[in-house]
């Protein structure tokens, strides 16, 4: 079975601190793998990966895929209070099917 | 970056009542849509996955004829509750996929609120 699992499931730092959020998959015809920070709506995009080895980075968050070891990691530094949101990982099986984990919930402290 | 649109946000009905759910890309043209529920503090469970013009495509365990997707235009897709009851309370959430297909990422709605009294 398909399955998608991130970790840590819950992470609460202080504000200047650097995370790295870790996504595990086992997914059969793997396409790609995305990234969404949901907070209080909808999940909004940060990062699409599909290449092992290539760094994906906007501003303080970056991401990695290692395809052999089937996993991701996002990293956050300088976190801010507006970091705080749940960050969800998706991957892409097939043309249609986005499998997620339950993700990583964070709170930032002031 | 890409807008889609959901509506309503939020819904309280009663018991019994049919509810319908539109979700629009705005900027761009959607060759699929996807429906999501979201229960608190879980994850987004795919519900259908719908392409424009051919029926919809549902996920194991989800009554097609409970609920009814229409995905009429390259632009809207429809979600309707049918007959709905408290255990269809929940977050909603459509996202559209560009016609590019499996190099675009999908975009997601602001989600509806669905309660059910």
């Known amino acids: 079975e398909d399955k998608v699992v991130q970790s840590p499931l819950s992470l609460v730092v202080h504000e200047g601190d650097t995370v790295t959020l870790n996504c595990s998959y086992e997914?059969?015809?793997?396409?790609?793998l995305l990234w969404y920070k949901q907070e209080k709506k909808a999940p909004t995009f940060l990062f699409m990966l599909t290449s092992s080895g290539i760094e994906k980075k906007s501003g303080r968050l970056s991401s990695i895929l290692d395809k052999k070891e089937l996993f991701s990691i996002l990293n956050i530094t300088a976190t801010q209070t507006g970091d705080s949101a749940v960050y969800l990982c998706?991957?892409?099986?097939?043309?249609?099917?986005?499998?997620f984990g339950t993700g990583t919930r964070l709170k930032v402290l002031a | 970056g890409a807008v889609v649109s959901q509506h309503p946000s939020w819904v309280i009905c009663k018991s019994g009542t049919s509810v319908k759910i539109e979700c629009r890309s705005l900027d761009f043209q959607a060759t699929t849509m996807f429906w999501y529920r979201q229960f608190p503090k879980q994850s987004l469970m795919l519900m259908a996955t719908s392409n424009e013009g051919s029926k919809a495509t549902y996920e194991q365990g989800v009554e097609k004829d409970k609920f009814l997707i229409n995905h009429a235009s390259l632009t809207l897709s429809t979600l309707t509750v049918t007959s709905a009851h408290p255990e269809d309370s929940s977050f909603y959430i459509c996202?559209?996929?560009?016609?590019?297909?499996?190099?675009?990422?999908?975009?997601f709605g602001d989600g509806t609120r669905l309660s059910i009294l």
């Open positions: 996202s559209a996929r560009f016609s590019g297909g499996l190099g675009q990422p999908q975009h």
């Open positions: 997914v059969t015809n793997f396409r790609s």
């Open positions: 998706a991957v892409l099986s097939g043309t249609y099917k986005y499998i």
